[in-house]
């Protein structure tokens, strides 16, 4: 059966999951189809390996990395963290190192940037991780019950809408390194504009969600190798914790300063 999601038409996704890269190198055809299949439970405890990875480097840089040091670390975290998503993006390579080392150092910026918004707004944090759990819980049982399916065209407003948030977001940062501090005012607490770019952000966070859900569910039908359940952690891990700074963003807006 051919998936309804464009990335894996014209050859067959356990070809492209087998044959390009997928899963930490690139396997010849004849190893394709000899590995083990991927089962549901390969990316549930991937993911779960995934998450906790990050989890652990997050409360860890949440307790050692002082004040005076956090921008520096975050500065190196970040950078760290582009270059391997870049490798495991558009290398097509995603395997357990790959990973668990994104995971890791994903896992200290998020830590740094829960610490400095937590200092401010006591509490915002452990709300967001509760917030991020229904979205994930919300946004499992609307794909479970068909109630939003991801065809191609929903595919391609997706794509669209997160190149659009991710675009608006560097001229907001632009515009604020070089022109007014509040940018164009979509990260500006006292604009509503920004409470609508965090709920737009949100959403479309949730919709990416959607698409690693039918990732999973067409990589199970089709049977591709089983190494592609790390693939599957990484998408999933991208979209918690962008819904995650979402979450904690829009709190902030709503929270008192301490």
């Known amino acids: 059966m051919q998936s309804s999601n464009p990335a894996f038409r014209g050859q067959t996704f356990r070809q492209r999951a087998g044959g390009y890269g997928y899963g930490g190198g690139v396997l010849p055809r004849s190893s394709a189809r000899v590995a083990r299949a991927m089962t549901i439970d390969d990316v549930v405890v991937r993911s779960f390996f995934t998450l906790g990875t990050l989890v652990v480097a997050a409360a860890l840089a949440w307790a050692f990395v002082p004040t005076a040091s956090a921008r520096p670390v975050l500065t190196i975290a970040v950078i760290a963290e582009i270059g391997i998503w870049a490798f495991i993006t558009f290398g097509r390579k995603a ?45 499992l049982a609307v794909y479970a019950l068909r109630i939003v399916r991801v065809t191609p065209k929903f595919v391609r407003f997706v794509v669209a809408a997160g190149l659009g948030l991710v675009g608006l977001m560097l001229v907001n940062l632009l515009v604020s390194a070089f ?10 607490a006292s604009s509503p504009l920004a409470y609508v770019f965090s709920v737009a952000a949100i959403l479309v966070g949730c919709f990416f969600l959607l698409l690693d859900f039918d990732a999973v569910e067409q990589g199970v039908r089709q049977g591709v190798p089983e190494n592609f359940a790390w693939y599957c952690a990484f998408g999933l891990t991208l979209s918690l914790v962008w819904i995650y700074l979402e979450i904690l963003r829009l709190l902030s807006y709503f929270s008192g300063r301490d």
């Open 95 to 139: 395997n357990a190192p790959l990973v668990l080392a994104f995971a890791a150092v994903y896992g200290v910026a998020v830590g740094i940037i829960s610490h400095a918004y937590n200092d401010v707004y006591n509490g915002v944090v452990f709300q967001a991780v509760v917030g991020t759990a229904l979205a994930f819980g919300a946004t």
């Open 179 to 188: 022109g007014s501090p509040e940018g164009i005012g979509i990260r500006d």
